[in-house]
Every structure is written in structure tokens, then in C-alpha cells.
């Protein structure tokens, strides 16, 4: 037998009956409660591992476009170069 159970058979004939539908309207709401606490907490971790990905990738493509622009800005060095070169060739006949 329960506390509650207990505590109502002391009770008079009416707020027995209400003390045990109150207690377990009270487990309802518990039980209810812990669901929303476990569903709160599943929700929070999926969120945390997302945005654990998220920050991952976003680094592999900031890794990807500095090795991008690296490069980009060695071929145009190296086209200013050819083009420094081609021109100083090109006088060269003339002289």
C-alpha cells in the first residue's frame, strides 16, 4: 500500500477519493515532466553533436579556400613574372 493510499483511507469519505486522484494526477504530471526533461536533454545533445559537425566542416572549408587562394595568388605572381619576362624579351630585338 502506498503513503498516499495510506493517508487517504485516514481521510473522511470525500477527500479521500480527492487526495488519491490529486496524488495521481500528481504522478501523471511527474512522469510527464521526466519526458519533457529526457526529450529536452536528447534534443540538446543532437543539437551539441550538429553543431560539433558544423564546426568541423566549416573548418575543412576555410582549410579549402586559404589552400585555394594560396594558390591562386602563386600562379598570378608567377603569370606577373612570365609577363615581366615576355616583355623584357620582347626589347631585347629592338636593341
Known amino acids: ?3 498516499v493510499t495510506e493517508a487517504a ?3 473522511p469519505a470525500g477527500a479521500g477519493a480527492m487526495a488519491l486522484a ?3 494526477r500528481l504522478d501523471a504530471l511527474t512522469t ?3 519526458q519533457h526533461v529526457e526529450n529536452d536533454a536528447y534534443a540538446q545533445r543532437q543539437t551539441d ?5 558544423l564546426g568541423t566542416d566549416a573548418d575543412a572549408l576555410r582549410k579549402s579556400v586559404s589552400e585555394v587562394a594560396t594558390g591562386s595568388i602563386r600562379w598570378e605572381l608567377v603569370g606577373i613574372a612570365l ?3 615576355g616583355t623584357i624579351l620582347s626589347t ?3 636593341l
Not at 553533436?49 to 559537425?53: F, N, V
Request: glycine fraction near 4%; charge should be neutral; proline fraction near 9%.
Open 1 to 3: 500500500m502506498s503513503p
Open 9 to 11: 483511507d485516514t481521510l
Open 22 to 24: 490529486l496524488a495521481e
Open 32 to 34: 510527464e515532466l521526466r
Open 49 to 53: 553533436a550538429r553543431l560539433s559537425r
Open 83 to 85: 609577363v615581366g619576362l
Open 92 to 94: 631585347i630585338p629592338s
